[in-house]
């Protein structure tokens, strides 16, 4: 045990409640989050952690808590495939998508393997932050596919779900760690049907099963939370619609995965936005969503502010916060706690929602790397062909990696309005941008 928890480590950090959305810090990429919260009252994230653009996950999990949704605590590395810390004796395979729940104070782990025979396995711990050890196959029949999810019902019946294209669901016997393979089901929701890709994630309210899923977008891309309703567990289920679709969130992106929980009396969905121009880098978000009188969810938008609400201009905005990229800017590494908008190219253009802008300022400071050749920075509201309140003309005569700031004077606004970056570079020019603030 002394071994295991030398290799556990938590790092506590607080994200500007002015920048909620990622809720991960600079140089960490979690997806897939699965939000739940426990006995302790404080709401815990589980998810895959993405390390390379050039392939999904990695061989670790790191877990995020936070008791207000403003102070996040990252706990390193409480899971592993290889390397410190290996709990999986029988595999070297890179770890997917987890989910965890709680039993007669044992905290389960369900994660699954890339390419193993026995893809779907069970650790366990003390802590909701683990770390999770003795990592073994679940006893599933002969079932492997990826994305586990365990739902316990209001009877203490538990019931792993998983699978693509159709979602398959099981009650797990009492030990949590194997399935009854008499209760297999196949179909639970489909792709024809409902949409249905992979991620599938169960919670129950006011008597309605709501089956949450990465579903298909009108554009045949994974990037929607969808979410199917019935009456039981084992359906039949309606599909109810899309909760949030990650589109635009950078020009590589394609797939979604998430979860609902309600915290603090407020529901939210978390979901995943890629970066770096590529399928993978994804960072975990939220966003507060509501229900209609007949269990309804209303779809939302993505936003900067998350469950923060609308952010004051007066406080430095990370350039990496952009809730919608169009084009082919993207959001990369600047440094070890750092990330920037590079890769900007004629017409691009970046949103942030949402900004306060209370009863007026008089200026915009960017910080901003020159290309080699000039370009310039329109700042607009409401939308990308909305109000200009401010252009920032960024000199040809840089590097694309030596910072520098701007300011420039700011048409008079008030109020909270979308803030809208619009582009204009040669493609030669490779100018980069880290923040912006008003003043």
Same mark, same amino acid.
């Given at each position: 045990m002394k071994k295991i928890l030398s290799i556990f480590v938590a790092f506590l950090f607080t994200i500007n409640l002015l920048s909620q959305n990622p809720i991960v810090p600079p140089g960490v990429?979690?997806?897939?989050?699965?939000?739940?919260?426990?006995?302790?009252?404080?709401l815990y994230v589980y998810g895959s952690r993405d390390e390379s653009p050039d392939y999904y996950c990695s061989w670790n999990y790191h877990v995020l808590s936070t008791s207000d949704l403003k102070n996040w605590t990252l706990y390193e590395n409480t899971f592993a495939s290889k390397g410190p810390g290996d709990q999986v004796p029988y595999s070297d395979d890179f770890l997917y998508a987890p989910d965890v729940q709680y039993k007669e104070g044992t905290y389960f782990l369900y994660y699954c393997l890339a390419n193993n025979t026995h893809t779907e396995g069970v650790a366990t711990s003390l802590s909701p932050a683990g770390p999770f050890i003795n990592g073994k196959p679940i006893k599933t029949g002969g079932i492997n596919q990826i994305d586990p999810c365990v739902f316990i019902d209001d009877d203490g019946q538990a019931y792993y779900i998983w699978g693509q294209m159709t979602a398959?669901?099981?009650?797990?016997?009492?030990?949590?760690?194997?399935?009854?393979?008499?209760?297999?089901?196949?179909?639970?929701?489909?792709?024809?049907?409902?949409?249905?890709?992979?991620?599938?994630?169960?919670?129950?309210?006011?008597?309605?099963?709501?089956?949450?899923?990465?579903?298909?977008?009108?554009?045949?891309?994974?990037s929607c939370i969808c979410?199917? =309703?019935?009456?039981?567990?084992?359906?039949?289920?309606?599909?109810?619609?899309?909760?949030?679709?990650?589109?635009?969130?950078?020009?590589?992106?394609?797939?979604?995965?998430?979860?609902?929980?309600e915290f603090n009396g407020q529901w939210y969905v978390f979901y995943h936005r890629a970066t770096h121009g590529c399928y993978t880098m994804r960072k975990a978000c939220l966003e507060p969503i509501t229900f209609n009188e007949d269990?309804?969810?209303?779809?939302?938008?993505? =936003?900067?502010?998350?469950?923060s609400g609308p952010l004051s201009a007066l406080h430095q905005m990370d350039a990496e916060r952009a809730c919608l990229l169009h084009g082919n800017l993207r959001i990369q590494v600047l440094g070890t706690d750092n990330e920037e908008l590079a890769e900007i190219r004629e017409g691009d253009r970046a949103a942030y929602k949402y900004i306060d802008f209370g009863k007026g300022v008089k200026n915009v400071t960017f910080r901003v790397a020159p290309g080699a050749?000039?370009?310039t920075i329109s700042v607009c509201l409401n939308d990308p062909w909305g109000w200009t309140v401010a252009t920032v003309r960024i000199p040809g005569d840089g590097d694309g990696k030596t910072y520098t700031t701007i300011t420039v004077p700011v048409s008079f606004v008030t109020g909270v309005h979308a803030v809208w970056l619009k582009f204009n570079a040669a493609e030669s020019s490779d100018y980069k941008v880290d923040w912006f603030v008003f003043k």
């Open positions: 990429y979690i997806a897939d989050p699965s939000a739940h919260v426990w006995k302790d009252g404080k398959k669901m099981a009650k797990l016997r009492p030990n949590m760690t194997e399935i009854d393979s008499t209760t297999i089901r196949d179909n639970l929701v489909t792709q024809k049907e409902h949409r249905f890709h992979e991620g599938g994630y169960m919670v129950k309210r006011n008597g309605i099963y709501y089956f949450v899923y990465a579903g298909l977008s009108m554009q045949d891309m994974a979410y199917s =309703t019935a009456a039981s567990p084992w359906g039949p289920f309606k599909y109810g619609g899309v909760i949030v679709d990650n589109d635009h969130s950078d020009p590589g992106n394609w797939n979604n995965h998430g979860s609902l929980v269990g309804s969810i209303n779809e939302v938008e993505m =936003t900067t502010q998350g469950a050749e000039a370009g």
